[in-house]
């Protein structure tokens, strides 16, 4: 499972930010997960709740905001949105995709005390 170690990872950016921002409690993280990122939002909670058990982000809050998967189609020269990697163009039905949205993971806001 690899959400765990992508939740490992959004601690770490937590604990960056908690020293640069100098705050001593996390009150709720707003994650953003793109539909082609291959990232279960179910699964990052449930390791998020494990992860950060004994950390300044104990208990807090675990929003995700679904961000939709964007692609730019050659043969249409238009963006189009698509809701899974290597699917074909909804306009034209090609293949000549070049994913540009909606693919990454990343720690949108922080809430902090
Ligand atoms: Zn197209």
Not at 10 to 36: C, H, K, N, P, S
Request: proline share 4%; aromatic share 6%.
């Amino acid at each position: 499972m690899h959400e765990m170690a992508l939740c490992e990872g959004v601690l770490d950016i937590i604990a960056e930010e908690a020293t640069r921002q100098r705050f001593a409690r996390v009150r709720a993280v707003r994650l953003e997960i793109g539909a082609l990122s291959h990232v279960e939002p179910e699964a990052m909670r449930f390791c998020f709740d494990a992860v950060s058990r004994g950390t300044i982000a104990e208990s807090a809050r675990f929003e995700v905001i679904e961000v939709p998967g964007e692609a730019w189609c050659m043969n249409c020269s238009k963006p189009v949105a698509i809701a899974r990697r290597f699917d074909p163009c909804p306009a034209c039905g090609g293949y000549k995709l070049q994913v540009t949205g909606g693919d990454a993971l990343r720690v949108k806001d922080l809430e902090v005390v």
